[in-house]
């Protein structure tokens, strides 16, 4: 399997303090899967991807200069963002429609998603981060979400999502708000439930802070919007870390 579809890295040598993770970036599914019995439409929904989210990691990685990770295929092949022993590892059915590639997979075809689209997206992260020598960046992973999900409204714009570092969710928080933004923490999942796998896991593994920004896609469907959702992220995260580090 070319790297190319399972990954993409973006500004690896970026000099900011942060490496973003995207692990819904692409709702890419390769020929042979025959897009998991699924149209085209429906892989271009939120069940597929995390519609806007790699525009916003594009906007931040030029915005900052910032390094980042983005998964290449999607998240009905195999979720990037759960542990392997997660139920929802592959998902038989998301938010009412059923993923009919999903629906027997063995464990030899899970064992070779696991190996084609999971551990090489986890192991470009662990290289990136390996390779930042002694600069101590955070972890952001930047998902998005739907405004609707199972009749439910999520009437906010962007989700903090921690386990461990309050302090910096609330710092990043309280200044998108005031943006303008409607700011929630732990919603519209919560990190303490292990929703949060990838942050977490990097983050623990090379003894960083990490957090998980969730951004209401209806903000970021088009291009021009996620831009500018982007921009205005850039310059919280630029106040925050560079202010910081020029304090020490």
């Known amino acids: 399997m070319d790297p190319a579809v399972t990954f993409e890295l973006m500004n690896p040598t970026g000099k900011f303090p942060i490496v973003l993770t995207c692990e819904h970036a692409s709702c890419t599914v390769p020929v042979g899967y025959q897009n998991l019995g699924l149209s085209e439409a429906e892989l271009h929904r939120h069940i597929g991807w995390d519609i806007g989210a790699r525009s916003v990691v594009e906007t931040l990685v030029q915005t900052l200069n910032a390094p980042a990770v ?94 461990r570092y309050e302090d910096l969710a609330q710092a990043v928080g309280q200044r998108l708000a005031h943006c303008g933004y409607r700011v929630r923490y732990n919603e519209p999942y919560s990190g303490y439930d292990g929703l949060i796998f990838s942050a977490r896991s990097h983050g623990e593994k090379h003894q960083l802070v990490y957090l998980e920004l969730e951004f209401n896609n209806g903000l970021i469907t088009q291009t021009d919007t996620a831009t500018q959702v982007g921009k205005q992220v850039s310059e919280v995260l630029r106040a925050l870390f560079i202010g910081k580090n020029n304090e020490g």
């Open 70 to 163: 983005c998964s290449g295929s999607s998240r009905l092949l195999i979720d990037c963002n759960r542990d392997l022993a997660d139920h929802d590892l592959i998902m038989s059915e998301s938010d009412g429609t059923p993923v009919p590639g999903n629906q027997r997979v063995s464990d030899a075809e899970k064992q070779r998603r696991i190996e084609w689209f999971y551990q090489p997206y986890h192991e470009a992260i662990d290289r990136l981060l390996a390779n930042q020598g002694s600069n101590r960046p955070a972890v952001f992973s930047i998902h998005s979400f739907t405004p609707v999900l199972r009749k439910q409204q999520r009437d906010f714009d962007i989700g903090i999502l921690f386990d």
